[in-house]
């Protein structure tokens, strides 16, 4: 097996790659992590989906000293506000709606239902919309013979705290970090493979893998092998983004917001501690000077910092593991936080790393599967995010050249298919499931024009029944529900001195 790895950079994605080698790797493994406190981190990535509870239960962390440690929320779905048009609502929320019957998704019943001129939402059959609705949370537990109540939940959560509580994790399990900035890269003459990375200092560290979790720069992903990069921009034309903290305010809501501007969107993302904000844009629309005048002009509470840039360009890395370097997090691409992707990314990175580690060599085969299937995760997360701005209901130059922008083939295709009759299907590596495109589809004014013929096998009262039942379980679920801020409370609050303190750092 390669037993050295050199780890190019901390922040989230190097701690987690660094964590997850050290625990399931471990010994004889040996695992470096070179970074510098001198070099900043861009922590835009504070929300995150239900598979980030993989990760960290496979890491073997307790839930609650997890959401303490980071002064984190929970999280039960995302709400748009203003896209499908400027006076609606909608949320993607996590879990299940309804329940399937028979051989078809519920969603075509609920379609039967609508074009029947009945008034029922969708989202009134999904315990976590309904729970988000109204502030609340818990962790239910599910029980053989009982119907599963449909809610999943994620985190919000700082960035910054995340990484370091992952640095004493992975540190007690032997992996060594070295403080120091990348100078320069060495590539072996006979095939190119990456030697060594060298120090400012002079170190040498040589590895037989290295993990480029250098951001935006990627030492080695890019700098040392010219990789290359695919720019989505004409998909996902934002290009900008301001970040800034401000007081926390109102109600300790368990759902991050994505609000839609005249030029962008803009996330809210609650803490304990704080609420963290952001301002992403397009620059051909709007100037940096306006951008952070609606930024500030929409929060919560007094900023407790001033307004950080971030300037990308939404794309990838054409080769996501190059000879014997991968990329994780920003060194390997970017797609801007619409959906809350990022983290989920570097964990599907290193989980992929993973399956495909290597033996005594690093074979091409496994290399070119790994991209493969990098390729497939990022193209339909690309295609989910792009189909956000297509189908806006705004005014606006901005806007307007979103929905005129061609789209990529393969969304052209499911978007048919979803309008023709309800069609929903998910390949097998695609992170968001039918449940999700459900939601944003519906929610952006997408419906289809028909629905499955098998729906129309229940009678009228048949239906209502089904439906009703389905409403009646969801209404149970979410009445056992305590409010998302006691349950921080009894659970996993941070200490009051320690919010306190947190509240007035800068980020």
């Known amino acids: 097996m390669v037993s050295r790895f050199v780890i190019v950079g901390g922040g989230t994605a190097g701690w987690m790659a660094a964590a997850a080698l050290a625990r399931f790797l471990g010994p004889p493994a040996e695992i470096r992590l070179v970074e510098s406190e001198e070099i900043g981190t861009v922590g835009v990535g504070e929300a995150t989906i239900p598979q980030l509870r993989l990760f960290n239960a496979g890491l073997g962390l307790d839930e609650d000293e997890f959401v303490r440690a980071t002064a984190g929320t929970f999280k039960l779905g995302i709400e748009f506000v203003g896209w499908g048009a400027p006076d609606r609502r909608y949320i993607h929320a996590f879990g299940t709606i309804g329940r399937d019957l028979g051989l078809i998704p519920f969603h075509h019943y609920w379609l039967r239902h609508r074009a029947e001129g009945g008034e029922a939402s969708l989202w009134d059959f999904s315990a976590s919309a309904q729970a988000a609705r109204r502030n609340l949370f818990g962790r239910w537990q599910e029980k053989p013979g009982r119907l599963p109540s449909g809610l999943a939940h994620a985190f919000h959560f700082d960035a910054s ?42 170190e040498r560290i040589e590895g037989d893998l290295f993990i480029d979790c250098s951001g935006f ?36 809501t368990p759902y991050t917001r994505a609000t839609a501007r005249d030029s962008g969107w803009q996330w809210r ?25 609606v930024l500030l002009a929409n ?16 794309g990838k890395r054409r080769k996501a593991w190059n000879k014997n370097c991968v990329a994780l997090g920003l060194a390997s691409g970017f797609m801007e936080p619409l959906e809350s992707t990022s983290i989920h990314l570097i964990q599907s990175g290193i989980a992929r790393f993973l399956q495909l580690l ?4 690093i074979d091409p085969s496994e290399v070119d599967e ?11 997360i690309r295609d989910f995010l792009t189909f956000h701005y297509w189908a806006n209901g705004r005014n606006g130059e901005f806007w307007r050249a979103c929905r005129d922008a061609a789209l990529p083939e393969s969304l052209e295709r499911r978007i048919a298919l979803f309008r023709a009759n309800g069609r929903l299907f998910r390949n097998s590596e695609e992170l968001f499931a039918e449940v999700g495109w459900l939601q944003v589809l519906v929610g952006q004014g997408v419906i289809p024009a028909g ?12 239906l209502a029944e089904f439906l009703g039942l389905a409403k009646k379980h969801i209404d149970h679920v979410v009445a056992q529900l305590p409010s998302h801020s006691d349950f921080i409370a009894r659970h996993c609050a941070i200490p009051v001195t320690r919010a306190v303190a947190s509240a007035g750092a800068k980020p």
Do not use: M
């Open 358 to 361: 290597p033996h005594s060599s």
């Open 217 to 252: 720069r990627g030492l080695v992903i890019e700098q040392a092998l010219a990789t290359g990069y695919d720019d989505w921009s004409r998909w996902l034309p934002c290009d900008r983004a301001l970040a800034v903290p401000c007081e926390p305010g109102g109600e300790l």
């Open 161 to 202: 705290l995340y990484a370091a509580y992952l640095r004493r994790y992975a540190e007690a399990r032997g992996v060594r970090r070295t403080e120091g900035k990348v100078r320069g890269v060495a590539l072996r003459g006979e095939d190119g493979f990456v030697e060594s990375v060298e120090l400012d200092g002079g």
């Open 269 to 293: 993302i609650p803490l304990q501690h704080r609420t963290g904000n952001g301002h992403v844009y397009c620059s051909a629309f709007t100037s940096d000077d306006q951008a952070a005048r």
């Open 370 to 380: 790994f991209n493969r299937q990098t390729d497939v995760e990022w193209l339909s």
């Open 299 to 314: 929060l919560d509470g007094p900023a407790l910092a001033d307004p950080r840039p971030l300037r990308f360009v939404t």
């Open 451 to 462: 629905y499955h013929p098998l729906a129309d096998q229940l009678s009228a009262e048949q």
